[in-house]
Structure formats: structure tokens, C-alpha cells
T-cell receptor, first 114, second 113 residues
Framework: DTAVSQTPKYLVTQMGNDKSIKCEQN?????MYWYKQDSKKFLKIMFS???????INETVPNRFSPKSPDKAHLNLHINSLELGDSAVYFC?????????????FGPGTRLTVL | AQSVAQPEDQVNVAEGNPLTVKCTYS??????LFWYVQYPNRGLQFLLK??????LVKGSYGFEAEFNKSQTSFHLKKPSALVSDSALYFC???????????FGTGTSLTVIP
């Protein structure tokens, strides 16, 4: 039983294309996140959603747009892909935005922009 | 502002020896501290957390962490390292709103057979 799943696992595309990454959690959690992990393994939060509402939007280019159709899903759409977008993107969820709660991570989507 | 620092990019330890992965934190208010492990080509997995109470926190896979308020540290430890412990370890702190995690830069642990 996969707790947090992401599709696709690998995504290879050309500069300028638009692509989406999907995330689903079956844990009944209220809060979901998107993280970017760069080639040096630095992990940086991009977005945080609580009950389908955006609560954090870090300094991310507006080419990146999260969409949460319901609280079990948080998709990431990226317009006009650039070389610097190449990274591993992780979705995560937690029971709520409470300070005590750990996050559960998906397996990641490795995006390569050529 | 909340932050954590992991001063070591790489830690090597012989199998069977004790291991320590260091983390120091800077928070305003009470710290809520976490350790995660990332195996190659996998997502992060939660190991343990400190919320309040005992300074020694026990977690998954035999790991434990010691919270030290005076030194603002939360070092991850294991009495006897296994080769399978080789992975990337992240320390994290949650901010006071609960909305965001701040991750350290990660420490790559290699356990040598």
C-alpha cells in the first residue's frame, strides 16, 4: 500500500515544454508539500497546501503552479521548462500543519530538461 | 528564523562501530526537531523526532538522538553501525507556525565493511 505516490518517476523533456507531476496520498492527511532537491542534494520547500489551500509559496518562479483538486492530491504543473529546473521533485504529506507532525515523502520524480 | 546546520558533508565509520551524525539548530521558541534518512533513489523516510520530554529519543532501525538544549544540538546516534545504514541523513526543524520544515544540507554516511 503506497502512502504517498508520484507519477511519473522519471521525466525527460525539452526546454520550453510544459509538464505536470502528479501526487496522491492515501493517508488521510490534511497538508501536502512540494520540495525540490538539486544535484547537491539540497532540499528546498516550494509549496505547502493545507486542506486544498495554499499556505506557503516560497520564492518559486510563477512558471510553477500547484493544483490541489482535493486534499488527497497535489499536482505540480511547470510551464516553459528551463535547464535549471532539472532536479528531483518530492511530494510529501503530514497529518496537519501542526508542529509535532513529521512528513511522509513520495519516491520522487526525476526531471531532466534537455 | 529557524534553521539547522549539519557541519559534516560526509561521515565514514567502520561496521560495528558507533556512529554519530551531527546537527545543531537555531530556533525562536521551543524546537521541534526531526531526523530523516534518504536511501539512493528514494524519498526521505522519517527516523525520529524531538517534541518535548526525555532528551534521548529513540527511533527506527536502532537509531536514537540526543537533544542538548545548552549546546543547541540534536545529534543522531547508533551504537553499532551496519553497512545498510549507508545513506544520506537530514536533520530538520519545524517552524513555530507548523507550516514549514527547514532541512539541513544533509550528511552522507558510509559504513565500511
Amino acid at each position: 500500500d503506497t502512502a504517498v505516490s508520484q507519477t511519473p518517476k522519471y521525466l525527460v523533456t525539452q526546454m520550453g515544454n510544459d509538464k505536470s507531476i502528479k501526487c496522491e496520498q492515501n493517508l488521510g492527511h490534511d497538508t501536502m508539500y512540494w520540495y525540490k532537491q538539486d544535484s547537491k542534494k539540497f532540499l528546498k520547500i516550494m509549496f505547502s497546501y493545507n486542506n486544498k489551500e495554499l499556505i506557503i509559496n516560497e520564492t518559486v518562479p510563477n512558471r510553477f503552479s500547484p493544483k490541489s483538486p482535493d486534499k488527497a492530491h497535489l499536482n505540480l504543473h511547470i510551464n516553459s521548462l528551463e535547464l535549471g529546473d532539472s532536479a528531483v521533485y518530492f511530494c510529501a504529506s503530514s497529518p496537519s500543519s501542526g508542529r509535532f507532525n513529521e512528513q511522509f515523502f513520495g519516491p520522487g520524480t526525476r526531471l531532466t530538461v534537455l | 528564523a529557524q534553521s539547522v546546520a549539519q557541519p559534516e558533508d560526509q561521515v565514514n565509520v567502520a561496521e560495528g562501530n558507533p556512529l554519530t551524525v551531527k546537527c545543531t539548530y537555531s530556533v525562536s521558541g521551543n524546537p521541534y526537531l526531526f531526523w530523516y534518512v534518504q536511501y539512493p533513489n528514494r524519498g526521505l523516510q522519517f527516523l525520529l523526532k524531538y517534541i518535548t520530554g526525555d532528551n534521548l529519543v529513540k527511533g527506527s532501525y536502532g537509531f536514537e538522538a540526543e537533544f542538548n538544549k545548552s549546546q543547541t544540538s540534536f545529534h543522531l546516534k547508533k551504537p553499532s553501525a551496519l553497512v545498510s545504514d549507508s545513506a544520506l541523513y537530514f536533520c530538520a526543524v519545524r517552524d513555530n507556525t507548523g507550516n514549514q520544515f527547514y532541512f539541513g544540507t544533509g550528511t552522507s554516511l558510509t559504513v565500511i565493511p
